[in-house]
């Protein structure tokens, strides 16, 4: 019988607001059990600090440029985490702990991925194993390092028996899909697909004082710029990376936008990246497979009602969209739980990329070990 570890899952997103927390039980092939999820909110000054860094950083020589405050935001960041697990470790024994980091900088066509968070202090501050670096082996074999939670997404569809073929559309800051056609072991495969919430959180915090638009409540009561939405598809439609698996939140602008009102820019937003799924999702699922989809979004862009409208209604007929908590999962701690059956993957030396996932030349394992 194969071990069974706990792991804590540790996931900062492309929102960079906070940390998810999952604890599961796996055996890293074939089963797993959620223990407990938890949020923990970053203050505002590492929020800040977050998206001004994120914001300059455009390009690789830039990541040198601000070397300095990558490096007191990194070990910030990993002071938070190193508390939640304490905190954590207050109620629940672990054996591993998956460490995402927070991106700050990734480039498909350089093949750059930068998370930052300190591995070796985070040992130091919580004695325990810790596994972290997870996208780096993956480039190094010509992949993108991204998209990473695939493997699970098919765990997620075989444990709770959900009828293929099957999609799960993830939305947080970038929209990211697993197309899964069968239960076949591997017949799955995976790519970004757009922007997620990324634009209309830049816009919402470029101008008002809240992080995001609640719901969709600020793009409900707006209008959406028509002429300004055409211009802003033909920006995209002639973007230069088209062929690439993975996106950056800086691969988007919010500058064709720019003089609407608060509301109007916000529905005009969410129109753009509504377009821009549902695009992709018609062309994916159901203009190259010809088959009934079921899509399950998951991530934080869910509970952006308009959002999930404007898709609804652009994928009529085609395709069906639920919410991936209607088959007993929490779409808020995906991603976390991903994180955390991928650490007990990386302890067995199991792969968490695939050519169908990320590009890579054959299955990769991937993330740093290191033992308390």
Known sequence: MDKVY????????????????????SDGKSSYEVI???????DQKIFNKIHNLKENIQNVKDLNKYSNEILKLEKNITLYHAKVINEILKYHKIDIIGFHGQTIYHSSEEKIS????????LLQLTQKNIVYNFRQNDIKNGGEGAPLTPI??????????????????NIGGISNITIIESNNENDFSSRDIGPGNCLIDLWIRKNSEKQFDKNGDLAARGTSNEIILEQGQELYVNRPNK??????????????????????????LTQFTGKIISSSLLNL??????????????????????LVDILKKMTSNKISIEL???????????????????????VLKLPISFPNTTGCKTPCIGGELIRN
């Open 6 to 25: 706990t792991s804590l899952g540790l996931m900062s997103g492309t929102s960079g607001d906070g940390i998810d927390a999952s604890i599961i039980k």
């Open 36 to 42: 407990t999820n938890k949020y923990f909110e970053y």
């Open 114 to 121: 930068k998370q930052i968070g300190e591995g070796k202090l």
């Open 152 to 169: 699970f997404h098919k765990l997620i569809s075989k444990q709770k028996k959900i009828k293929t073929p099957l999609c799960i559309l």
């Open 243 to 268: 062929t690439s698996l993975s996106f950056d939140v800086n691969d988007f602008d919010v500058s064709f936008v720019r003089g609407l009102s608060l509301e109007d820019g916000a529905a005009t």
């Open 285 to 306: 699922l159901y203009k190259q497979t010809k088959k009934n989809f079921k899509v399950l979004i998951s991530g934080g862009g869910r509970k952006n009602k308009t």
């Open 324 to 346: 991936i908590d209607n088959y007993g999962v929490d779409g808020d701690y995906v991603e976390s739980q991903a994180f955390a059956f991928l650490a007990v993957r990386s």
